[in-house]
């Protein structure tokens, strides 16, 4: 596939994350275009956000897409948009990709611009779901959901479409359930002419996008640091990716904007909700990322490289989602002494009442019940430090089968109320309602079972999908060993490591980076697979897997069956693992003596 402008692949691309979730508070478009970026690159969808959409397309056939995006992100930024001549690509289309392409376009007319709007369709397989009754769940292995109860069904397609429709004149690129990373790699795949052979530069577009995905999480946000961009959190800048024709890359920001671009601030980001690292599976590659170098040129510019690929998935993972009964919880606070104990006294009458009632009106029992005290670190399990608060917030969900179960159980979360021990208060008003619960089904489809169609101004585009090459080569990298030494001093985690954690489906994976290189050995010695599922043992049903990156000096630990469901479906306070790296910084690692009168030393002076 050759680029639109012959000279284009021997310069660098400059690519703005934008967005990073549909509902992200940003001023990101004015930020980037006066930056003087090439493209812009908008992510929207998660899982949970296609059944949203999947349940408006369902009230409104003119809807199931991003509102926001044509409204408050085109609309103002139209005209702008089109003088820069900088491209949009964003996966903002969600279910209806084909009616987000019209509401651009009426904008498009009514400004009087010359814009051409690119669509890449093929992903919404929810027209098909009885033919996929037979499939299994591809981590569980439970069989496939009753059709009736589908609210979505959506193959991630890759970068290859995108780069199609910007080779046919797109200006604006819309697709559906497109993996977060190809919006990128679809606008290096365009500029540079890589094709499908080419594994490491596609890998190394893919690290760009991913790195750019969840925008300003790559400039200081969710940062183990944060005190270092506490004060510039309300300017923070979005991350900007300068890719070469190499696949190599540098990350900034615009000038003069707020945040940090940092080898911690990428490190983090770079393993944000991955699992294996040599097998990070994309539709176009699968990418290897556990010899990436991250350094830092000046300040706010961090140059990465060393990304390699090996060939991709045969078939394409697809995502159903489905309804699975109903939740409901209820925030409350209590204060005064023994505050925690007044909570759960009062959670356990909660559900005791409500479980009698539920009874007496035939409906059958909650099917799942979650409580959680907020302010004695009930998150840190048995690693909980010995708190009496005087106050805590009381949260306490659950789930039934049938809406009406879950309203009996919210009534009885504040109806009880006066006999609740003494401190009880609450700030919000009225009664919180039942919500659908909506679980993920993973499985997969071959790629010739998903026909992908590109469009152009609704014209369709002459394109192929490239096969890719076959074979996988995967080499594990050497455990480091620690040197023996006597004389030892225990030293909290987050002296000597900076983390990162999120989630995947209900699992959780947690990354963690030493500080300097000397101090990974004796982390990978301490956190074994065992330390770390003791930790978590009051969250995790599943085994830990511990994966080595030597090339930032990391550790990366997946938690399989984590999160109790994960998304929506999970009645947990973090459903998505994104503090759970916290609790891992909270543990004690042994270290040389020496190496801690050193870390002392530094953090006096």
């Not at 769940?137 to 959901?145: A, I, K, R, V, Y």
């Not at 697709?175 to 606008?187: F, H, N, Q």
């Not at 490190?267 to 991250?294: H, K, N, R, T, W």
């Not at 659950?398 to 009996?408: D, L, N, Q, S, T």
Request: one cysteine or more; charged letters at 20%; proline letters at 6%.
């Amino acid at each position: 596939m050759s680029p639109a402008d012959p000279e284009a692949d021997k310069t660098p691309l400059s690519i703005g994350g934008a967005s990073g979730f549909w509902g992200e508070s940003t001023p990101a478009v004015p930020q980037l275009l006066e930056a003087g970026v090439d493209v812009l690159v908008f992510d929207y969808l998660a899982e949970i956000t296609m059944s949203i959409m999947a349940r408006a397309r369902a009230a409104d056939p003119e809807r199931g897409y991003a509102l926001d995006f044509v409204s408050a992100v085109l609309k103002p930024n139209l005209k702008a948009i089109a003088d820069s001549g900088v491209k949009v690509i964003a996966n903002a289309g969600g279910v209806n990709p084909q009616s987000c392409g019209r509401a651009i376009q009426a904008l498009i007319d009514a400004a009087g611009l010359d814009l051409k709007v690119g669509l890449v369709l093929g992903d919404d397989l929810s027209g098909r779901a009885a033919e996929f009754a037979g499939e299994s769940e591809m981590f569980s292995g439970d069989p496939f959901p009753r059709p009736e109860s589908i609210a979505s069904v959506n193959a991630y397609l890759g970068a290859f479409p995108v780069a199609a429709a910007l080779d046919a004149g797109a200006d604006i690129v819309i697709t559906g359930r497109t993996v977060d990373s190809a919006l990128t790699l679809g606008a290096c795949i365009h500029h540079f002419g890589w094709d499908a052979a080419e594994l490491d530069k596609l890998a190394g577009g893919s690290l760009a996008g991913h790195i750019l995905e969840c925008s300003t999480q790559a400039t200081g946000g969710n940062y183990t640091d944060w005190e270092e961009v506490a004060d510039e959190l309300a300017d923070i800048g979005c991350p900007v990716a300068e890719v070469s024709a190499d696949g190599s890359f540098v990350v900034t920001k615009p000038e003069g904007s707020g945040g940090l671009v940092g080898v911690g601030t990428v490190a983090e980001q770079m393993l944000y909700e991955i699992g294996d690292p040599q097998a990070y599976e994309l539709p176009d590659v699968s990418c290897d990322f556990s010899e990436v170098q991250i350094k830092q040129q000046t300040a706010d510019r961090v140059q990465v490289s060393g990304a390699r690929g090996s060939s991709p998935p045969r078939d394409y993972k697809v995502s159903a989602t489905f309804a699975d009964g109903f939740r409901g919880g209820q925030l409350l606070f209590f204060y005064g002494e023994r505050a925690g104990d007044r909570a759960r006294a009062y959670a356990d009458a909660v559900l005791s009442r409500a479980g009698r009632r539920l009874e007496q009106l035939g409906l059958g029992p909650l099917t799942e019940t979650c409580v959680e005290t907020f302010g004695d670190e009930s998150h840190y399990g048995e690693a909980a430090r010995y708190v009496r608060s005087r106050e805590v917030t009381l949260k306490i969900a659950a789930r039934h089968p049938r809406k009406e179960g879950v309203g009996v159980f919210l009534g009885e979360t504040f109806g009880l109320a006066l006999s609740a021990p003494p401190g009880l208060s609450a700030f919000q008003g009225g009664r919180p309602r039942p919500s659908p619960v909506v679980r993920l089904f993973s499985f997969r489809v071959a790629r010739g079972d998903v026909p992908v169609e590109v469009l152009v101004n609704n014209q369709p585009v002459d394109w192929t999908m490239p096969q890719p090459p076959s074979g996988v080569s995967l080499e594990r990298p050497r455990e480091p060993e620690a040197a023996h030494t006597d004389a030892m001093a225990e030293v909290r985690l987050d002296r000597i490591a900076l983390a990162r954690s999120g989630d995947k489906g209900n699992k959780a994976n947690v990354g963690i980076i030493a500080r300097d290189p000397v101090y990974l050995p004796w982390i990978w010695q301490a956190l074994t697979t065992e330390v770390v599922a003791d930790r978590f043992a009051h969250f995790l049903e599943g085994e830990v897997e511990r994966f080595l990156m030597p090339g930032v000096h990391a550790i990366n630990f997946l938690l399989h069956d984590v999160l109790g469901g994960g998304g929506i479906a999970s009645l947990r306070n973090d459903p998505q693992g994104k503090g759970y790296s916290q609790i891992l910084l909270d543990i004690k690692v042994p270290i040389p003596a020496d190496l801690a009168e050193e870390l002392d030393n530094k953090e006096a002076s």
